[in-house]
């Protein structure tokens, strides 16, 4: 009997939708499924940012690629990034659910408009996507949900009172998920990374207690790279993944092995 092997990491015909998708973990993991073979579809808040990141892609791997303006706070939004999809593309086989953002500092220095807003993007926005595409890999018998937990949604870190609560919101959105569209052939599992230089670490990556920090955490003792992101989302994508749903994949240079 001949396996499958690396044929099971073939993305071609497929459609992946990928928010936060116009720069960093998103932009390179939207990269990677390009890679395989996939078309892809990049959302942010800023359109022109979006599409010229797809430009980039579709330039690049020769696969169309599209970019798309949404407030993923906002469903009317998230239904119309769904019609958009579906009709220039005929399908949604992936969502990779990338968009988040970060507030940083001490619990009694995070006002609660601050709070609601972060949770209303990591937590709100992603349970939102996933309910607009759902029915439609019902539909198909088939999908793929990638959800972006992260390190921090398992393990605890001081002054992440609001990144952590989403994140951990996030890890039990999959386990569930992964559960309920178990029998779709639906599966839903998150990538948890670690400390990645990307936009959103910017502010802090060169400071010393990001140095002393990231070398007391990581096994690894370095921060990620962005390439480094795109073979969990690439598995995660394609077939390959058939038997793994609920999972937390954690790409994090062994920081929670610790």
């Known amino acids: 009997m001949t396996l499958p092997g690396i044929k099971l990491f073939d993305l ?5 939708l990928i928010t936060g998708g116009s720069k960093g973990l998103g932009k390179a993991m939207a990269s990677g499924l390009a890679s395989a ?42 239904e119309a990034m769904v019609a958009t999809t579906l009709e220039t593309f005929g399908s949604i086989d992936i969502l990779l659910n990338s968009a988040a953002i970060n507030t940083r500092g001490p619990i009694e220095e995070i006002t609660l408009p601050q709070f609601e807003e972060l949770m209303r993007i990591n937590v709100t ?13 019902k539909k198909a018998g088939w999908g793929r949900i990638i959800n972006m937990a992260s390190a921090i949604g398992l393990v605890g870190v001081p002054d992440r009172t609001p990144y952590a609560s989403s994140k951990g919101a996030i890890v039990q959105l999959t386990r569930t998920l992964g559960l309920e569209l178990a029998t779709h052939g639906i599966v839903v599992n998150a990538i948890c ?62 920081w929670t092995a610790q």
């Open 12 to 16: 071609s015909n497929r459609t992946a």
């Open 125 to 137: 926005g992603t349970w939102l996507c996933c309910k607009a595409v759902i029915p439609h890999m």
């Open 37 to 78: 073979g996939a078309n892809v579809i990049l959302v942010s808040r800023h359109g022109e940012e979006a599409q010229a990141a797809a430009d980039e892609i579709a330039t690049e791997f020769g696969h169309r690629a599209l970019g798309l303006e949404a407030d993923l706070t906002i469903p009317e939004q998230i």
């Open 193 to 254: 990374p670690g400390p990645f230089l990307t936009e959103i670490n910017a502010p802090i990556a060169n400071s010393e207690d990001a140095r002393k920090f990231i070398l007391n955490r990581t096994a690894l003792k370095r921060w990620g790279e962005l390439q480094e992101i795109q073979g969990a989302a690439i598995y995660l994508a394609t077939e390959a993944a058939s038997y793994t749903t609920g999972s937390m994949l954690c790409v994090d240079g062994g």
